[in-house]
């Protein structure tokens, strides 16, 4: 079946430009994380979603960053006024369970460079 | 908060031989520990994990052992292949409620054939 799709898989831009990166989960799953990877580290976790719950938030790195999930399904990661230091890989992973424990499956990512 | 720490960053091998991977943790409230494997253009794969209750757990070629009392655990390939060359990434977190996992910063292992 299909897996985790994300959108654009590449993107630059210029500093202080707004970018939307897209993520379409599996369909059926309840879970929806986002994560960035900056080059040569681990995956830093940015947002959370669970069903009809209150995201939770707690990974974002500034008030530059939103997320929203629409319909329980697709979900659009929103970086306003970008910085350089926003040039990662942003990942998306989307889960069937109601913990994070639950097996995640990612996309393939979107890689944002700032100029 | 969670920190994890991952060794070595590279790590290369002959085909056939064996590869272990090492990760340090520092929350004692942490008690799931999952490894991925990153592929090249890919997202990160689960590979395998273990709970807090199990000291060790295998899967064919892949088995992961658990320290708690020296919060470490560590993932061993037997009898490499050119295929296992990836980026591997341990992480770390507690079992329930919605906090996220703690990552470490990944291991390239490159078996040469």
């Known amino acids: 079946g299909a897996g985790v799709s994300q959108s654009p898989s590449n993107k630059v831009t210029e500093k202080g430009k707004d970018v939307e990166l897209r993520c379409d989960p599996i369909?059926?799953?309840?879970?929806l994380y986002w994560y960035r990877q900056s080059l040569g580290q681990g995956l830093e976790f940015l947002i959370y979603f669970q069903g009809n719950s209150a995201p939770d938030k707690s990974g974002l790195p500034s008030d530059r960053f939103s997320a929203e999930r629409t319909g329980g399904s697709v979900s659009t990661l929103t970086i306003q006024r970008t910085q350089q230091e926003d040039s990662a890989v942003y990942l998306c992973a989307s889960s069937s369970g109601v913990s994070y424990t639950d097996t995640q499956y990612f996309g393939p990512g979107t890689r944002l460079t700032v100029l | 908060g969670e920190n994890v720490e991952q060794h070595p960053s590279t790590l290369s091998v002959q085909e056939g031989d064996s590869a272990v991977i090492k990760c340090t943790y520092s929350?004692?409230?942490?008690?799931?520990f999952p490894w991925y494997k990153q592929e090249l253009g890919k997202g990160p794969q689960l590979i395998i994990d273990?709970?807090?209750?199990?000291g060790e757990k295998k899967d064919q070629r892949i088995a992961v052992t658990l320290n708690k009392t020296a919060k470490h655990f560590s993932l061993h390939i037997t009898e490499t292949q050119p295929e296992d060359s990836a980026v591997y990434f341990c992480?770390?977190?507690?079992?329930?409620?919605?906090?996220?996992?703690?990552f470490g910063s990944g291991t390239r292992l490159q078996v040469q054939p």
């Open positions: 929350d004692s409230a942490s008690n799931y």
């Open positions: 992480a770390a977190g507690p079992d329930t409620g919605r906090r996220a996992l703690t």
């Open positions: 273990i709970r807090s209750n199990v």
């Open positions: 369909s059926g799953h309840t879970a």
